[in-house]
């Protein structure tokens, strides 16, 4: 079985700081994708990035970066330099082949709240 | 190019009645989710459609949801008799296929209110 834990129900980072959410995942399968979305009170899901088990470096995009620990399960997303807009809820997700069934698994997800 | 759409965005109902919730896909994703989200909480997976195959329904939480997907590209979700504890935001996501690295894209959903 697959499984997402995020353990920070809520976070909070002052402007133009740096800040680290936590992700832990289990799973089986040795290949698999973890994902991690922004979701703003409008409630849309933003795609972020994403990070491959095989992929030898950690995956940037901007001021997101994934902080991919394979023998620790952990990937972390590091948003660097905080702005007023990163305030949202975060969610990391897993996709792997498990069973056939490739159903990603989100996480509960953690409250970001950056202060001025 | 145009992300996914759902519509309507909001829809308010009466207890017992039956609600269609539609999703348009991002051209060319042959993956097609369905997921709910009661308030302040995660995501909920309900259904997913790819390509041709027979849609995954293990999410479905009663056999008064249900979903279709025509000609590979647009999806519907019908509530049946609806309940209160229907209340939730829908949300639709599409991918280009079901490997593990393809990303899911989402709609900006509909807020489903049941009174």
């Known amino acids: 079985a697959q499984k997402i834990t995020q353990t920070q129900p809520g976070m909070f980072v002052q402007e133009k700081e740096a800040v680290t959410l936590d992700c832990t995942y289990d799973t089986s399968d040795p290949s698999y994708g973890l994902f991690w979305y922004k979701q703003p009170s409008s409630g849309e899901m933003i795609f972020l990035i994403y990070q491959g088990s095989y992929d030898q470096q950690n995956a940037t995009e901007g001021r997101y970066s994934l902080n991919f620990q394979k023998a620790r399960k952990s990937a972390n997303l590091v948003i660097s330099a905080s702005q007023l807009g990163d305030s949202a809820m975060y969610f990391c997700a897993m996709r792997a082949a498990s069973g056939g069934s490739y159903i990603p698994t989100f996480g509960r997800g953690t409250s970001l709240i950056v202060h001025p | 190019g145009a992300g996914v759409s759902q519509s309507p965005s909001n829809k308010v109902t009466e207890k017992g009645k039956d609600v269609e919730l539609r999703c348009d896909p991002i051209?060319?994703?042959?993956?097609l989710y369905w997921y709910r989200q009661s308030l302040g909480q995660g995501l909920e997976f309900l259904i997913y459609?790819?390509?041709?195959?027979?849609?995954?329904k293990s999410g479905l939480p009663s056999d008064r949801f249900s979903a279709e997907r025509t000609g590979g590209s647009v999806s519907t979700l019908t509530i049946q008799r609806t309940q209160q504890e229907d209340s939730a935001v829908y949300l639709c996501a599409s991918s280009r296929d079901i490997h593990v690295g393809d990303t899911q894209y989402f709609g900006p959903g509909t807020r489903l209110t049941v009174l």
């Open positions: 051209s060319g994703h042959t993956a």
């Open positions: 459609f790819q390509g041709n195959s027979a849609p995954d």
